[in-house]
């Protein structure tokens, strides 16, 4: 297994399909940054986090995210929801995904929501402008 540069095990590395698939979705919105910390891909709109390739020490695909207060409860009751070590005590949950399977249909709105509980104004204004989407085909392949 890779690692990075602070001696984390990379589970997803920026290469994998996974975060290959993330990224299409994460990057056109405004000021998205990708940085690898703790050994996961995370992205961030300006410095604060917003979406996380991978769950802390778990093999199985999954995406960290910044739920709507008010989906919170209805996220929890599905099976492929759960609430991911370290982060979870913020708020956070994770959806269950891999490169090709899983609901890739629901994951686009739920990194929309997470960027936009952290996103700045002028980010906000951008997104909302009709400058870029997180919502893009998250297909394999597509970008």
Same mark, same amino acid.
């Given at each position: ?26 990057? !056109?919105?405004? +000021?998205? @940054? ?5 050994? *996961?891909?995370?992205?961030?709109? #300006? ?36 609430? !991911?070590?370290? +982060?979870? @005590? ?5 959806? *269950?995904?891999?490169?090709?399977? #899983? ?36 297909? !394999?392949?597509?970008?």
């Amino acid at each position: 297994m890779d690692t990075d540069s602070s001696g984390h095990v990379m589970r997803f590395p920026p290469d994998h399909a996974l975060a290959v698939r993330v990224r299409a979705i994460c990057a !056109p919105s405004p +000021e998205v @940054a990708e940085v690898i910390s703790h050994g *996961r891909c995370t992205f961030r709109a #300006g410095k604060r986090q917003f979406a996380i390739v991978g769950a802390a020490h778990d093999e199985a695909g999954a995406v960290e995210f910044i739920p709507d207060d008010l989906e919170r409860p209805a996220l929890l009751e599905r099976t492929d929801v759960f609430v !991911p070590p370290y +982060e979870g @005590a913020y708020g956070w949950l994770a959806l *269950r995904v891999e490169a090709d399977s #899983g609901d890739w249909e629901l994951l686009p709105e739920l990194l929309d929501t997470s960027y936009r509980r952290v996103a700045l104004q002028r980010q906000l204004r951008a997104l909302d402008d009709g400058g870029a989407s997180p919502a893009v085909d998250s297909r !394999p392949g597509q970008v």
